[in-house]
């Protein structure tokens, strides 16, 4: 099912303050929760971050979304701090949590400078065991949520547990793509090297059990100059179709709705990448007219909408 929604909100909704346009919505309770997540790199156990945010009038029993965040971010950033409090608005309650990225106790933007070990994959595990914190509190239905890689983490996820009854709804909002040709393109253009150098040398050092090596000034997801491990680089850079968000929605069974922004330029061509899905019967795509990757401003308002249409539909 693919639908079309254009902006148009009434003045009411919006205050002007300096030019920009700032969405008010009620305050709800909120409360920072932690759980320990044990790093598969070194080990240890670490401190993981999460934002409980409870509607009015519900509890944690009454039903959740779980929300993740995208690349090297953090559950703060205004795209989720705004959905948090939209969907709070409509009745749900949510549990936006903070990827450790082998960091203890990690919170704000992933600093470029630091050393990079985690990998892609390890958000799946992160967000499974948030999902048994959540069961263990005795949380009601589970809806997974999110934004950017967090869409395909989390897509990821609920490929792998499509059997979990307590896991009832998806919601990807401008959920990642990939291409080998694309990834390998774009890399070039950003750090004007090529990338299957650096990838084979990687992945050899995987395949010798030295993963743990770092490669020094190394360009990196979003970060020049960086020093990243062999593991690390080929968990984001080694081609697999799973990276690629619409191909792993046959294998999830529940209801599923994939939000894209018509002017996003982040994550280009997901409009025409969910052509061969939209017509999933599981599945809702929804296109919001004039929104970018983060749904600045009424854009999110359009975007919880969506969502609030999806969840009690």
């Not at 330029?265 to 990448?273: A, M, S, T």
């Amino acid at each position: 099912m693919t639908r079309l929604f254009n902006s148009l909100r009434p003045a009411m909704l919006l205050l002007a303050l300096g030019g920009l346009f700032v969405i008010s919505a009620p305050a709800a309770r909120a409360e920072t929760v932690q759980i320990a997540i044990a790093d598969p790199a070194s080990g240890k156990n670490l401190r993981a971050n999460g934002n409980l945010q409870l509607a009015d009038d519900k509890t944690i029993r009454d039903g959740i979304v779980l929300i993740t965040h995208g690349t090297l971010a953090h559950n703060r950033m205004e795209v989720i701090r705004t959905m948090q409090d939209l969907l709070a608005e409509r009745g749900f309650s949510t549990l936006a949590i903070t990827l450790t990225l082998g960091i203890d106790d990690r919170k704000g933007m992933y600093d470029c400078a630091m050393p990079h070990r985690h990998q892609h994959q390890d958000a799946i595990y992160e967000i499974g065991a948030w999902i048994d914190w959540l069961k263990k509190q005795g949380a009601g239905p589970i809806a997974l949520m999110g934004h950017s890689r967090g869409g395909n983490q989390t897509a990821w996820y609920a490929s792998m547990h499509d059997s979990d009854p307590a896991i009832t709804r998806i919601i990807l909002l401008a959920p990642q793509i990939w291409s080998a040709r694309k990834q390998a393109r774009g890399y070039e253009k950003r750090y004007k090297t090529p990338l299957a150098p650096i990838l084979k040398r990687a992945q050899r050092l995987v395949q010798e059990g030295k993963g743990n090596t770092m490669l020094e000034d190394t360009g990196f997801i979003y970060c020049p100059g960086a020093t990243v491990s062999a593991a690390s680089f080929a968990s984001y850079y080694t081609p697999d179709k799973r990276m690629n968000t619409p191909s792993l929605l046959p294998a999830i069974t529940k209801p599923v709705l994939v939000i894209a922004g018509s002017e996003d330029q982040v994550v280009r061509g997901l409009i025409d990448e969910m052509k061969p899905y939209a017509d999933r019967e599981n599945v809702t795509f929804v296109t919001i007219d004039g929104a970018d990757h983060y749904f600045l401003n009424f854009f999110a308002e359009d975007a919880a909408d969506a969502i609030e249409s999806f969840m009690t539909e």
